[in-house]
């Protein structure tokens, strides 16, 4: 079988399982498979496929039929110009958070040294993306998932930045150093109800849901950070929440109720996307 006769056969059964991107994914999965660029796809269309790797493929692409995420299968997935390691059982980052981390990156100095703390690291996409782009920052990063840990200082390896990003375990605040401040309290919390996961695609399903929802119509995770963050803030320290797009009002009231001037950053859709809190001088 040839390489354009086996992705018009791909892109085929993925458009009978109704995804909704079948040709990109269908060539997604063979670039990753043949470590060629997509493009080459189209100019080696005649080349012939190896038949162990026409087996891969197929086999990639029945369960990307199922619903399995392109990231899930590869392993990989960009963000913030970043190629991040991903495994099925940590949450996969997606590109409206790359406005969180523009919006932080903004707000921080250029010289004085900062420390940051992040909860819930996933992938540790947010922090090493930060760790990244400011050479002055220190990050602190907690997550509740041994999976999420492991997947997070694998990257944080990975892209160099692990001198700088201290990764533990802990539910919230629990394990972290009572008398330690920080200058900004960042978080990408799961943030969709209960109702609204009812909802959800078959793919977006496939990751944790530990890491998609949370109790009191999403508001639960931002109320605890909010509550318990406060203390662990310098006095001019702030939030920064990745919101989802009926939650913004609420987020920036949660915010105003314990002293802080807070404000909407709104996506590329001109939905309700990050919120930032300051404290109040």
């Known amino acids: 079988m040839k390489i354009g006769d086996a992705l018009k056969r791909a892109s085929q059964i993925l458009k009978d399982a109704k995804i909704e991107t079948p040709i990109t994914d269908s060539q997604l999965l063979l670039s990753f498979l043949l470590k060629k660029p997509r493009w080459k796809l189209i100019t080696d269309r005649n080349e012939k496929l190896p038949e162990e790797i026409q087996l891969q493929y197929f086999l990639l692409i029945k369960k ?8 899930y299968l590869t392993g990989k997935k960009y963000f913030y110009g970043i190629e991040f390691d991903v495994e099925e059982g940590v949450l996969i980052p997606r590109p409206e958070t ?35 782009n400011k050479s002055n920052l220190i990050m602190t990063g907690v997550d509740i998932s041994d999976k999420a840990l492991q997947i997070s200082t694998r990257n ?3 892209q160099g930045v692990i001198d700088r990003f201290f990764i533990k375990k802990s539910n919230l605040f629990e394990n972290i150093d009572k008398k330690l401040k920080f ?16 909802t959800l695609s078959k793919e977006v399903k496939k990751e944790p849901i530990e890491a998609l929802v949370a109790d009191k119509d999403g508001l639960a995770f931002y109320e605890k950070i909010i509550s318990f963050g406060t203390k662990f803030l310098k006095d001019n320290g702030f939030f920064a929440f990745e919101i989802g797009h009926k939650q913004g009002e609420k987020v920036k009231k949660l915010l105003e109720k314990k002293g802080f001037r807070s404000k909407i950053l709104k996506d590329l859709q001109n939905l309700p996307r990050v919120v930032i809190g300051e404290k109040n001088d």
């Open 183 to 198: 200058d900004f309290i960042i978080s990408n919390p799961p943030y969709i109800s209960v109702e609204e996961y009812k």
């Open 156 to 158: 944080a390896i990975k």
């Open 64 to 71: 990307r039929a199922e619903g399995y995420p392109v990231a």
């Open 98 to 132: 790359e406005i969180l981390v523009e919006e932080v990156l903004k707000k921080l100095p250029k010289k004085d040294k900062v420390h940051g703390l992040e909860i819930g690291i996933g992938s540790g996409n947010i922090s090493v993306s930060l760790l990244k």
